[in-house]
T-cell receptor, first 112, second 110 residues
């Protein structure tokens, strides 16, 4: 069975500092991976996705993620965080049947 | 661009009542997914439909049922509501390998 793990429940980062969110997955085939962002009480917005090809994926809002098959990871990064990046971030994997399996989420707090 | 529409956006019900949540997918998307996100939890897959047929089933309680209609909109019917059903319910429609999420319906059961 597939699973997604986000080891960090909370991360606090200063505005302007870099951010890295970890995501590890378990899946028996080539995964389709996604990062979503959710502001409080809001829906899920897709930041970026990986299907195949270049393992470094660029997304919206200045985010990027790197797929590392050997480490079963798909970590999300942003070089310089803005206060508006405070939100919850979910890593997700598309498994057979196309349903998404989500990680537990990482809540990002941005200090001024 | 058109997005996934969910109605209502907020719903308050009493225990043991019923609720119906509606989802209107992006035009020409024929697949709909329902997810439930409890407070502080990650979204959990409930059920999906493709071309009006149930295509997959997740952790959906027997008290819940859903269907997809000829215009591809979907409804999630919830009966005998329990306090634990309070959650944000998302609908998503699919284009190729990407799911587009609606804003969600926040259900509060009192």
């Amino acid at each position: 069975a597939q699973s997604v793990t986000q080891p960090d429940i909370h991360i606090t980062v200063s505005e302007g500092a870099s951010l890295e969110l970890r995501c590890n997955y378990s899946y028996g085939a080539t995964p389709y991976l996604f990062w979503y962002v959710q502001s409080p009480g809001q829906g899920l917005q897709l930041l970026l996705k990986y299907f195949s090809g270049d393992t470094l994926v660029q997304g919206i809002k200045g985010f990027e993620a790197e797929f590392k098959r050997s480490q079963s990871s798909f970590n999300l990064r942003k070089p310089s965080v803005h206060w508006s990046d405070a939100a919850e971030y979910f890593c997700a994997l598309k498994a057979a049947g196309n349903k998404l399996t989500f990680g537990g989420g990482t809540r990002v707090l941005v200090k001024p | 661009a058109a997005g996934v529409i969910q109605s209502p956006r907020h719903l308050i019900k009493e225990k043991r009542e019923t609720a119906t949540l509606k989802c209107y997918p992006i035009p020409r998307h024929d697949t709909v997914y329902w997810y439930q996100q409890g407070p502080g939890q990650d979204p959990q897959f409930l059920i999906s439909f493709y071309e009006k047929m149930q295509s997959d089933k997740g952790s959906i309680p027997d008290r819940f049922s859903a269907q997809q209609f000829s215009d591809y909109h979907s409804e999630l019917n919830m009966s005998s509501l329990e306090l634990g059903d309070s959650a944000l319910y998302f609908c998503a429609s699919k284009d190729r390998n990407e799911q587009f999420f609606g804003p969600g319906t926040r259900l509060t059961v009192l």
